[in-house]
């Protein structure tokens, strides 16, 4: 099954509101004048109907094309952030090791930077962005109080942001 493109979806959206509209006005039209007023009031609304769909057709098509962009970067923007929580929480554990030796430097030092490297990622919300600064500044300077509690306010700010439907 192809994917779902704009036109496609204009195309069914105008195909299901001009059937509703035409069924709609067959109901109505039999109801109130019988089989003769319904086939008129369902031809009249269904020709209608597809009319102001093919007129509006790129209008449709330009705002379904803005709100799907729309909806990508947000979906890009959580999956960033939580990428970066991730690598933070990564980092975090090579800061403060379970055992005395339990990472080497190359790692720590790996895993610092790719913690910074998804941090400079243009796509990241600004707060996110803010909040990560500060755990990485704890990080950096082994404060560990300081950053359990800037990753505490981190992983919220990023669990919000995956609640946040606009």
Known sequence: MSSMTPARA???AG???TGTMASIAALLGGLLGGPGDAAIAMLSAGCCTALGFFLNRRRYITSYVEVRQAAHDRGYAEGLSHALLHGL???????????PNGVTTEEQAARRARAYR?????AVPENIRRLA????????HSDRERAR??????ALATQ???RARP
Do not use: I, K, N, T
């Open 89 to 99: 929480v990564q980092y975090e554990a090579a800061v403060f090791p379970a055992s």
């Open 133 to 140: 600064a500060g755990a990485l500044a704890a990080l950096d």
């Open 118 to 122: 998804v941090a400079a990622e243009e």
């Open 149 to 154: 509690h800037a990753m505490q306010e981190l």
């Open 160 to 162: 919000r942001l995956g």
């Open 10 to 12: 204009a195309l069914w």
């Open 15 to 17: 195909a299901a509101v």
